[in-house]
């Protein structure tokens, strides 16, 4: 099955910093999602992004389909940004109709 | 719009004993849901895919018998763990998918303790 690899996988910065979250995977898909794992469990939608580039307030994403990677960008970071990042692509060719294979997330601190 | 509702949230049960989790699209209809395990510290896992109306299709390694899977209308998905024991603690999320949409919407999360 497709594999998904995301790095770093621990990254501790002090507030208002940048930040850049890649997401790489091992063969050709027709979307990608990019979630936040907050403390108390619950995975939220960030980004739907199978190609190009989306910007969501703070956050941006890019996804270069051809060269099977994605990136997520955080500016300007706030402790209400740490918890988990993970991306998932995917299982199969159906577009999610098979569920989603999630890379192991990037565990983020952010430091007041 | 696109919200999945889990409950419930937290739940404590005796070894032995079964626990029910459910999963609703609140405000649109899932054909097909997934329910996924999650160990602490680690990713999500893949345990089942249940389609409205059929049969629900498990991962490889995942016993159906334990693990009870009913998707009886296009907006509830059940999830019961049958004589639960220890091993079966850990954080269970289910997943919606829209037909004809690619974004999957994801639950709460349900965690499941057993004693």
């Known amino acids: 099955g497709i594999q998904v690899e995301q790095s770093p996988p621990d990254l501790i910065l002090q507030e208002g910093a940048n930040s850049t979250l890649r997401c790489n995977f091992s063969?050709?898909?027709?979307?990608l999602q990019w979630f936040h794992q907050n403390p108390w469990g619950q995975l939220i939608n960030l980004f739907y992004?199978?190609?190009g580039t989306k910007q969501n307030g703070r956050l941006s994403a890019t996804t270069v389909a051809t060269e099977r990677y994605s990136l997520l960008y955080i500016s300007s970071s706030q402790t209400t940004d740490s918890g988990v990042y993970f991306c998932a692509v995917p299982r199969g060719s159906g577009g999610g109709a098979d569920g989603l294979t999630f890379g192991k997330g990037t565990h983020l601190i952010i430091q007041p | 719009g696109a919200v999945v509702s889990q409950h419930p949230s937290r739940v404590i049960c005796k070894s032995g004993t079964s626990v029910k989790i459910e999963c609703r699209s609140l405000d649109f209809q899932a054909t097909t849901m997934f329910w996924y395990r999650q160990f602490p510290k680690q990713s999500l896992m893949l345990m089942a895919t249940?389609?409205?109306?059929?049969?629900?299709?498990?991962e490889q390694g995942v016993e159906k018998d334990k693990f009870l899977i009913n998707h009886a209308s296009l907006t509830l998905s059940t999830l019961t763990v049958t004589s639960a024991h220890p091993e079966d603690s850990s954080f269970y999320i289910c997943s919606a998918r829209r037909a004809g949409y690619g974004e999957l919407f994801f639950g709460e999360g349900s965690r499941l303790t057993v004693l």
């Open positions: 992004i199978p190609s």
């Open positions: 063969d050709s898909v027709n979307n």
């Open positions: 249940s389609n409205e109306g059929s049969k629900a299709t498990y």
